[in-house]
């Protein structure tokens, strides 16, 4: 069987019990684990195939800055009824100007009563007079009802309402800020069928050590020689693709993945790259021989702007054959500007690792093909401060507590940094993460009107730094004795 977590484990055999499909919440409340637990759990869940995921938009209901108000001094209508009552009953006549006068309301709360109070048959106008037909406790009111509910639970979702309910919220709606509407991501979770199989195991070895447990124990001599065993492992650069991995997880990221082959469009063009760049030639690039895209896997809208902001920029006539060459992607960007085109969010934390191909002569620092993290961060008041410090704290989870960043040129990032790190082994600062923000000619034809927070770099390097490894190339050699003698846990 797999190796497990324990929260991962725990979320299973829940899972299991219910087999229907389950909200985070109901997890974090069966399984007694945080919500921060059951998102990671998840997320490494659904990475190995073990669970289903479904994702859907579901509005929020939250009481507004004048309901809050009705809490404390009632409904506009109330107070009206309430005035006329206190000045003659029901059923006798007051003039409109002197209820006016007695009853507590501003000159637009006035004319909303009188006209919620008509709507609702509680009262009828007539030569200038106000007569009460029912007088009404505000607190049997359904609309007062909802209001003093959101007032105590704060946002509840839309479709737990009662009919009731639905219909004082429409009324309500219409009232300015008397609720407030949010959307929440809402995600449910069941098992695959590889999930299922993984469960009956799970099962089974719990009934296994039970048996073991009541069983007599023999004696043993624990004083006996043993013969070596060396237990199977991950190898080390999985290891720490795993830990990054796991690390942007409890960020708060989200893992996107896309194609290894890509057209030279989403590679370069996307990126302002101009179509006769060094970098595009086959001396850095592996191509994709005499092959091209169909046509450009892209809205036509953001090809067109992209052509036009490598026109009007670079000034050269941009060819959409160069645009659809197909290459073996030379960075994990290509998938990270096409999410962003794609889905043009307002906000996202979002990160992608994959292998990348370089056209590079082999050496003790460069491979032709390696794997690489990329993050990107969408906010509209997103600085390049806060990338330093995101930075920051992913080198301190990895266990790299010095830090410190170099001003340096990438082509499709301004302002620019290089994040260095102080390596103890080798007594000197070791450079690491290329970041900045994206150049307005990249976001603007995609359609983003925000600031983008980019970074990324390789992991073969922090596997170097993390073993103490001189030559890149030793971690492709599948030496056992490497192997067996890197560390698991370092201190």
């Known amino acids: 069987m797999i190796a497990l977590h324990d929260i991962e484990r725990r979320i299973i055999l829940a899972l299991g019990?219910?087999?229907?499909?389950?909200?985070?919440?109901?997890?974090?409340?069966?399984t007694g684990l945080n919500m921060d637990q059951i998102r990671r759990g998840v997320e490494w869940l659904r990475y190995k195939g073990i669970i289903s995921m479904r994702e859907s938009t579901v509005k929020l209901i939250g009481i507004g800055r004048e309901g809050l108000k009705i809490l404390e001094s009632n409904l506009p209508e109330v107070r009206l009824v309430d005035a006329v009552m206190s000045m003659g009953g029901e059923g006798v006549g007051v003039s409109l100007r002197d209820v006016r006068k007695v009853a507590d309301l501003t000159d637009d709360e006035f004319n909303a009563a009188i006209r919620y109070a008509r709507e609702k048959g509680l009262i009828t106008i007539s030569d200038g007079k106000v007569y009460v037909r029912n007088s009404i406790d505000a607190q049997k009111m359904p609309e007062y009802r909802l209001l003093a509910?959101?007032?105590?639970?704060?946002?509840?979702?839309?479709?737990?309402?009662?009919?009731?309910?639905?219909?004082?919220?429409?009324?309500?709606?219409?009232?300015?800020?008397?609720?407030?509407?949010?959307?929440?991501?809402?995600?449910?979770?069941?098992?695959?069928?590889?999930?299922?199989?993984?469960?009956?195991?799970?099962?089974?070895?719990?009934?296994?050590?039970?048996?073991?447990?009541?069983?007599?124990?023999?004696?043993?001599?624990?004083?006996?020689?043993?013969?070596?065993?060396?237990?199977?492992?991950?190898?080390?650069?999985?290891?720490v693709i795993?830990?990054?991995?796991?690390?942007?997880?409890?960020?708060?990221?989200?893992?996107?993945?896309?194609?290894?082959?890509?057209?030279?469009?989403?590679?370069?063009?996307?990126?302002?790259?101009?179509?006769?760049?060094?970098?595009?030639?086959?001396?850095?690039?592996?191509?994709?021989?005499?092959?091209?895209?169909?046509?450009?896997?892209?809205?036509?809208?953001?090809?067109?702007?992209?052509?036009?902001?490598?026109?009007?920029?670079?000034r050269y006539r941009w060819s959409s054959e160069e645009a659809r060459r197909l290459v073996l992607r030379t960075h994990t960007t290509a998938v990270t500007i096409r999410y962003i085109a794609e889905h043009k969010p307002d906000e996202a934390n979002v990160f992608s690792i994959g292998r990348v191909f370089r056209n590079e002569k082999l050496s003790y620092k460069h491979l032709a093909e390696f794997h690489q993290v990329e993050g990107i961060v969408v906010s509209k008041d997103a600085t390049l401060r806060d990338l330093m410090?995101?930075?920051?704290?992913?080198?301190?989870?990895?266990?790299?507590?010095?830090?410190?960043?170099?001003p340096t040129y990438f082509p499709y990032t301004e302002p620019s940094l290089q994040s260095m790190v102080?390596?103890?082994?080798?007594?000197?600062?070791?450079?690491?993460?290329?970041?900045?923000?994206?150049?307005?000619?990249?976001?603007?034809?995609?359609?983003?009107?925000?600031?983008?927070?980019?970074?990324?770099?390789?992991?073969?390097?922090?596997?170097?730094l993390k073993y103490g490894i001189d030559d890149v190339r030793e971690l492709y050699s599948n030496r056992l004795s490497m192997l067996r003698g890197a560390a698991k846990c370092q201190l």
């Open 242 to 314: 795993d830990e990054v991995r796991e690390v942007l997880i409890g960020m708060g990221f989200e893992e996107i993945d896309g194609d290894m082959v890509q057209s030279s469009f989403w590679n370069f063009d996307a990126l302002f790259t101009p179509q006769d760049h060094p970098a595009r030639e086959m001396q850095d690039t592996f191509y994709i021989a005499n092959m091209h895209a169909n046509s450009i896997d892209a809205d036509p809208d953001v090809v067109k702007r992209v052509s036009s902001m490598h026109e009007e920029g670079w």
């Open 149 to 239: 509910r959101l007032g105590e639970k704060g946002l509840i979702r839309e479709d737990e309402l009662s009919g009731e309910e639905i219909d004082a919220c429409k009324v309500l709606k219409s009232r300015p800020e008397y609720i407030v509407e949010k959307d929440m991501r809402d995600v449910k979770v069941i098992l695959s069928e590889y999930g299922n199989s993984i469960l009956k195991q799970i099962l089974d070895e719990r009934e296994r050590n039970r048996k073991e447990e009541e069983a007599v124990i023999k004696r043993i001599d624990v004083t006996a020689p043993a013969p070596m065993v060396y237990a199977g492992r991950k190898h080390i650069l999985q290891e």
């Open 17 to 30: 019990e219910r087999r229907e499909w389950v909200g985070l919440d109901e997890l974090s409340k069966h």
């Open 389 to 406: 410090g995101i930075q920051q704290e992913f080198y301190k989870r990895l266990g790299l507590n010095r830090v410190k960043f170099w």
């Open 422 to 464: 102080y390596y103890e082994r080798l007594g000197r600062w070791v450079e690491l993460f290329g970041m900045g923000i994206f150049r307005p000619e990249v976001t603007e034809p995609l359609g983003m009107d925000k600031p983008v927070l980019a970074w990324g770099g390789g992991l073969e390097r922090i596997a170097m």
